[in-house]
């Protein structure tokens, strides 16, 4: 029912930015609400970023608070990632995904729907 594109992922030096974007297809992207995952080699996948379905609450990962936002245009149909001062530590495969959702405060489970994956690698 919903098929996401990621991009914007690349290569960066620590402290540089990346702005990662989702674009889905289908008429119902407004019903979900979009979050970002990520993966590291030899991880398991993390929850990283969620954003309700108007955009108006957002949740964070510990990790990325304060460094990462997580946006959403309906009107476009995308999910925005900004992340700034990026770490080392915050190179993995980022995957969009629709229709997650919080099992506990700080514990969510991905949607259905996944994206391709976009490659972030931060340089120290």
């Known amino acids: 029912q919903v098929q996401l594109v990621e991009s914007g992922g690349g290569l960066v030096q620590a402290g540089g930015s990346l702005r990662l974007s989702c674009a889905a297809s289908g008429r119902t992207f407004s019903g979900y609400a979009m979050g970002w995952f990520r993966q590291a080699p030899g991880k398991e996948r993390e929850f990283v970023a969620a954003a309700s379905r108007s955009g108006g609450l957002t949740y964070y990962a510990d990790s990325v608070k304060g460094r990462f936002t997580i946006s959403r245009d309906n009107a476009k149909n995308t999910v925005y990632l900004q992340m700034n001062s990026l770490k080392p530590e915050d190179t993995a495969v980022y995957y969009c995904?629709?229709?997650?959702?919080?099992?506990?405060?700080?514990?969510?489970?991905?949607?259905?729907?996944w994206g391709q994956g976009t490659q972030v690698t931060v340089s120290s």
């Open positions: 995904n629709a229709g997650l959702s919080r099992q506990d405060y700080s514990i969510w489970r991905g949607g259905d729907y």
